[in-house]
């Protein structure tokens, strides 16, 4: 039988469980980031609430406040500059008071260009200069820009009457410089004028574009003295930045301090006076070229100059207030007219240079005697020529005075102011050996030729004492390819001219009144100045860097000092001496040295040899307290021109009056 098997039914596995699903937003993660999230903002939220909460509660006054002074304007409350006055107390320069129309920049509308054209016809001021103006405050358009100074009453009244029509536009006032004397002295006082961009690089933050600041002598020197602190002020403006109050003035200015020069009024105009005689007298004596000179007055003891005078001239009131190229050009102030003019704005007692001629002859006395050449009361012959026995040309060196032939000693040869004899002591300098090098050269740099006398007003000029080396440099083959070889060699002409002071040498009228001022004091060389003081408003006296003492010359003897003392007295009192037509009769005792000097000059329309006047000396001639040192440009004889010019002065100091008589026998 068959068996039957019962299958078993399979049994399935069963199935896996399914994993749970998590929402996103209950990730770990998630939360952890969300959380850190949250406290972040809530931490930046708190912080923002307390910040809101300290400017309204804890600041609120102070912010309050600070909106308010928005609705001011700062003001600048200028200062005045300080006085310059003469020794005596006699103001040179000072202040008027004057009017300002001024432009806002920031307050301007965007359409600008009809209110300012309006402006521009009112105040007659070009647009396009005001325009440049406010184009220069780019960078500062809070401060205001000067369109004209010294505007009339009629003016301010009108735009007071129409400030609705000209938005930011102003009036306010100035100090403007005022000169009482005119053109006196004006290159030693300068002027003052606006800061220029280099000038307020220069300077640094003690300046501002809108600053005035000197420009030229004292003015210029003395500046950080002469210039006031401004003060401050405010005014309520209205939403559109109207004027709605007067102004308040917050801090006062503080004035400048007062310049006290050692210039004497008196004296500088009897300066001014005898240029013009003397420039009178040399054109009355033919020289048609003489328009120009200086004098320079010092106190031989200490450098003070009391009288430094210089023709041409110029006022320098036409600087004060708006300058305009027409006014410049009428007084010869631009570089088209100033030739034609003469240069008025060179001071020509420190800036012009000159041969001295025989003024120099000084200095090649004392040096001459120095290195014993010449023994001062032996005899040399004045002759009308000279030919130097070291000269292959055989060149003959003519005296002023052609018709001389006699013997001199060194005081006679200094009166009559004898080239021959002058002549001789150049050549024995010529023929030193050359390990002694060139005295007299150096000895003309001990008494402060070819450098600049450290003067307080400049600029001024070093002049030039030539030299073997000089020559070498100044005639090389680049410059001189043609006589370069023959140029540069130092010959015996050299020293001859320079031992009358000739040829390449050139000096300063302050240099030679220097010169002359050692001469009278024995032996000190003086520092020239025209500073006295610095003095506050309450008159109290400034600190100022101590001026440099005079210093003996080194090694220069007494002796040849009275040497040379006396041939100046014997050029004034002896009758052969060239300046005793001058001073001869002069009440009170001068002593001194006329000079006429050779030198190429470029007029128009002529170019040539033209003599320059020169006297220069001091007094009295026992206790000397004045020198006096003039030159007339072009002025022929310096007894004819320059010697009656310096008498002017000296009558001024002494209070005399003189009666001159002019002679043609000088150099």
């Known amino acids: 039988m068959a068996s039957t098997t019962t299958e078993r039914p399979a049994v399935e596995p069963a199935p896996e469980a ?34 809101l909460w300290a400017l309204q509660v804890l600041s609120g006054t102070k912010y309050v406040d600070q909106a308010r002074a928005n609705s001011f304007r700062a003001v600048p409350v200028l200062a005045p500059r300080g006085q310059i006055i003469d020794r005596n107390g006699h103001v040179l320069v000072g202040n008027r008071q004057a009017t300002t129309v001024q432009v806002w920049p920031s307050d301007l509308p965007k359409s600008r260009y009809g209110e300012l054209k309006r402006l521009s016809e009112l105040t007659q001021v070009p647009l396009r200069e005001i325009v440049r103006g406010i184009a220069r405050r780019r960078s500062d358009p809070l401060t205001p820009v000067t369109v004209r100074t010294d505007v009339s009453e009629g003016l301010v009244a009108y735009l007071s009457e129409h400030e609705a029509e000209f938005p930011g536009v102003t009036t306010g006032r100035t100090y403007l410089r005022r000169y009482p004397y005119g053109t006196l002295a004006s290159q030693v006082l300068g002027y003052v ?5 280099s000038q307020l690089a220069s300077l640094g933050h003690r300046y501002g574009l ?6 030229a002598g004292v003015e210029s020197a003395y500046d950080s003295y002469l210039r006031g602190t401004d003060g401050t002020a405010k005014r309520s403006l209205d939403a559109l930045g109207r004027p709605r109050s007067a102004l308040q003035v917050t801090a006062l200015p503080k004035p400048g301090a007062a310049v006290r020069l050692t210039l004497s009024l008196p004296l500088q105009e009897a300066a001014e006076r005898g240029l013009d005689e003397g420039i009178r007298l040399a054109r009355a004596d033919g020289q048609w070229a003489a328009a ?13 100059i009391l009288a430094m005078a210089s023709s041409p001239t110029y006022p320098p009131a036409v600087y004060s207030g708006r300058v305009t190229q027409r006014a410049l050009a009428a007084h010869g102030l631009t570089a088209k007219t100033a030739a034609a003019a003469n240069y008025p704005s060179l001071d020509r007692a420190t800036m012009a240079l000159y041969p001295p001629g025989s003024t120099f002859k000084p200095v090649t006395a004392l040096a001459a005697m120095q290195e014993h050449l010449v023994s001062p009361y032996s005899y040399l012959p004045c002759t009308g020529t000279y030919v130097s026995p070291d000269d292959k040309s055989h060149h003959p060196f003519h005296n002023w005075d052609p018709n001389v032939n006699q013997q001199m000693d060194m005081p ?9 004899y002058f002549y001789q002591l150049g050549n024995a300098f010529f023929e030193l050996p050359k390990d002694r090098k060139q005295p007299l050269q150096d000895w003309a740099r001990l008494f402060g030729f070819g450098a600049k006398t450290g ?6 000029e070093a002049g030039l004492v030539p030299t073997i080396g000089w020559r070498k440099r100044e005639f090389s083959q680049r410059r001189d390819p043609c006589c370069w070889q023959v140029d540069q060699l130092w010959k015996p002409g050299n020293s001859i001219q320079l031992a009358i002071g000739q040829g390449d040498l050139l000096v300063t009228p302050l240099q030679m009144a220097r010169l002359y001022a050692l001469i009278a004091n024995g032996g000190d060389l003086v520092t020239p100045h025209v500073l006295m003081d610095v003095e506050n408003p ?11 003492s005079p210093k003996p010359v080194s090694g220069l003897d007494p002796a040849a000092i009275q040497v040379v003392r006396q041939g100046l007295w014997e050029a004034t009192h002896l009758t052969f001496g060239t300046s005793y037509p001058v001073f001869g009769q002069f009440p009170v005792s001068i002593a001194g040295k006329t000079g006429t000097a050779e030198k190429l000059v470029q007029l128009p329309g002529f170019t040539g040899i033209k003599d320059q006047a020169w006297w220069c000396g001091y007094g009295p001639t026992d206790k000397p307290t004045l020198v006096v040192c003039a030159v007339i440009e072009n002025g022929g004889h310096g007894g004819v021109a320059a010697a009656p010019a310096a008498a002017e ?9 003189i009666q001159q008589t002019i002679s043609k026998h000088s150099d």
Request: with cysteine; proline share 9%.
């Open 412 to 420: 006679t040869a200094l009166a009559y102011s004898c080239d021959t």
């Open 455 to 460: 003067v307080d007003v400049g600029p001024e």
């Open 18 to 51: 399914e994993p749970e699903l998590v929402a996103p937003w209950r990730s770990p993660r998630l939360l952890t980031r969300v959380g850190l999230l949250t406290a972040i903002l809530l931490v930046i939220f708190a912080a923002l609430f307390l910040r």
């Open 649 to 657: 002065v000296f009558a001024s100091y002494f209070h005399v009056k």
């Open 210 to 215: 809108q600053d005035q600041i000197g420009q």
């Open 538 to 548: 309450n008159h109290t006296v400034v600190p100022t860097p101590a001026l440099p």
């Open 193 to 197: 004028g606006a800061i220029t961009r």
């Open 292 to 304: 120009g000179g200086a004098i320079v007055a010092l106190d031989p003891n200490d450098g003070s």
